[in-house]
């Protein structure tokens, strides 16, 4: 079985700055995808940014990159330039990539990350 | 841009009630997902469909819950007795057929609140 922990329940970070959300994972899988979701209070479920396993270049997507260690099992998210807009529950997710696993979403217990203005 | 659409936003219903929550998923796209978010809590699997049938459902996916494609484009979800602890906001998701398309999209989800 696969785990997701999030040790920050919540985090804030000032208008401009950069924060970073930490997540970690265990499993034995070796092919496998990882996600981080954004909910904000309309409780919408957003795709921010994902990394495939196999792949060891992190991924980046505007101002969201990852710091991905697959031998430490940790995916972080990094968001540079903080914006209002920002503000959300923020959830890690992991998914198995294969048949048997049925691809079904594994997610963290979320970091709520608050932008002050 | 397609999306997956959830009906209805909010359902209040009284313990022991059957309720159906309706889901339209994007038009090519074969694999659904129902997941569950209790208020303040981490989201979580309940059941996964393809090819008309579950393919694999969780713990909490127990004799009370079912799912269904009744007509080729929508995808329900029925508590069959509902009970209190089943106040959640309710997921559903979908994939592409192209397992390479490897991203979930989510419906705005139907909040369930049980008296």
């Known amino acids: 079985a696969q785990t997701v922990t999030q040790s920050q329940p919540e985090m804030s970070v000032q208008e401009a700055e950069t924060v970073t959300l930490s997540c970690t994972y265990d499993t034995s899988e070796n092919n496998y995808y990882l996600f981080w979701y954004k909910q904000p209070p309309s409780r919408q479920m957003i795709l921010v940014i994902r990394?495939?396993?196999?792949?060891?270049q992190n991924a980046t997507e505007n101002r969201f990159s990852v710091n991905f260690q697959k031998a430490a099992k940790s995916f972080s998210l990094k968001i540079s330039d903080s914006q209002l807009g920002d503000t959300a529950m923020y959830f890690c997710?992991?998914?198995?990539?294969?048949?048997?696993?049925?691809?079904?979403?594994?997610f963290g217990k979320g970091t709520l990350l608050t932008v002050n203005p | 841009e397609p999306e997956v659409t959830q009906t209805p936003s909010h359902q209040v219903t009284q313990m022991g009630q059957e309720v159906i929550l309706r889901c339209v998923p994007i038009?090519?796209?074969?694999?659904f997902y129902w997941y569950r978010q209790i208020l303040g809590q981490k989201v979580e699997f309940l059941v996964s469909?393809?090819?008309?049938?579950?393919?694999?459902k969780s713990e909490i996916f127990d004799d009370q819950f079912s799912v269904e494609r009744p007509d080729g484009s929508n995808f329900t979800l029925k508590i069959r007795s509902t009970k209190l602890e089943d106040s959640a906001m309710y997921f559903c998701?979908?994939?592409?057929?192209?397992?390479?398309?490897?991203?979930?999209?989510f419906g705005p989800g139907t909040r369930l609140t049980v008296l």
């Open positions: 990394q495939e396993a196999y792949k060891q």
């Open positions: 469909f393809y090819n008309n049938e579950i393919s694999e």
């Open positions: 997710a992991f998914m198995v990539n294969s048949g048997g696993s049925n691809y079904k979403l594994t």
């Open positions: 038009s090519n796209h074969l694999y």
């Open positions: 998701a979908s994939r592409h057929r192209d397992l390479k398309i490897n991203e979930q999209f």
